[in-house]
């Protein structure tokens, strides 16, 4: 059974900024445009471990005067049930944050791979303002409605803040740059825990 989202809950946070649709291909290769060819049609929360955030990190990079800060992460999606068992249509997967939303590369069957660069010197018009933030799933049912999966912290969304607070880091070189990857006791992990210990 689906939970309808509060939408409210969700967008209460925003201002209109951008209102862009993102393609992440990593820290300095962020195209915002409106691009996406399909209209949502309903809005659910993903409470039935339809899909999981796997890892999360920040990162930072800097060099002869240009620098780019953002966040990624890799989401886990179950496409088994979303595909096979309800012949649906996974379409995309991602992050939104202040009205932008960044789509997803899919670098596994399951795997998604998104981002935001909210930093980026000398290219600021590429940048993205970094708020409160969620990740959706975009399925294609079989009777044609378009359901928009999100996964949220609870009743509120994420905040660099709240994923980072009491949890280490890991620290991962990148030559002139660096990713700080969080622990799974970060809050980010809640799901990706309750659905492995299904």
Request: proline share 2%; aromatic share 12%.
């Amino acid at each position: 059974m689906r939970n309808l989202l509060v939408t409210a809950v969700l967008f209460s946070f925003c201002s209109p900024v951008f209102a862009d649709d993102c393609r992440w291909g990593g820290a300095t290769s962020q195209i915002c445009k409106k691009e996406i060819p399909y209209v949502v049609t309903h809005n659910y929360a993903a409470n039935n471990c339809e899909f999981y955030v796997d890892s999360f990190a920040e990162g930072s990079w800097s060099h002869n005067g240009s620098n780019a800060q953002w966040i990624e992460a890799s989401l886990k999606v179950d496409i088994a049930s979303l595909e096979e068992a309800l012949n649906g249509k996974v379409l995309a997967a991602g992050l939104y944050s202040e009205k932008n939303y960044f789509y997803a590369l899919q670098s596994n069957s399951g795997v998604y791979r998104v981002g935001m660069t909210h930093q980026l010197i000398p290219n600021a018009q590429d940048a993205r303002p970094l708020g409160s933030f969620a990740f959706f799933v975009d399925v294609k049912r079989e009777g044609g409605s378009l359901d928009r999966l999100w996964l949220t912290n609870a009743e509120e969304n994420f905040t660099k803040e709240s994923v980072f607070a009491n949890a280490d880091t890991t620290t991962q070189s990148l030559g002139s740059g660096t990713l700080q990857w969080v622990a799974e006791t970060s809050v980010i992990f809640n799901q990706a825990k309750a659905c492995r210990n299904k």
